[in-house]
């Protein structure tokens, strides 16, 4: 058996090195996009909310407003006593500065929030306040607190969109009254 010698083969070039620099270089132009997109996505965002969005705060009125796209915010601390839907105790002297406010919250189409407090305080005592708003009030009461945990005599008033509040407290030979309506629905605003 002889062996026939076998043509000389030609060398095989080595494969050529792989280089990691192209999938580095594809890999940080990628993130580079992504940022990119990203920061325009936020300015393009917030450049539509500022065109949208006012605020007024009259410092006068004490009254703020904000009124974005997606709703709006308005507070003012003074508040039409004929609007609470509650009978004023006779001679009693609103408190200004603390303890009224009128805040309207409405976002998009859903239903509007309102809140109207106010506060008031009589030299007469806290039995006699107690009588007039039982007589007033009378069967309209849907939860009567005779002492809360403040100390608090409550009157409650609910209705399918409405509550209202009657507080009294016994503050010395003093009584002080807050009352307080708040809504929810479409139809009104503070």
Known sequence: MSTTP???RAPVAPPPPRTRGHILAIVLLLLALIVVVSVMTVWIGLRILT???SVRV???KKEVAIHTPLGSLEVSREVDESRLGLPLYPGAQRLKGEGSA???IAIGDEENVRVLAAKFETSDPLDKVK???KER???DVTKYIERNHEGKTVFEIKR???EKVVALKGEGERTSIELVRVTHGR???N
């Open 6 to 8: 076998q043509p000389p």
């Open 51 to 53: 065109r949208g969005v």
């Open 102 to 104: 009128s805040v309207n």
């Open 58 to 60: 009259e410092e006068g």
């Open 137 to 139: 009030l009378g069967s």
């Open 160 to 162: 399918e969109h409405q």
């Open 131 to 133: 009588g007039f708003y």
């Open 187 to 189: 139809e009104e605003s």
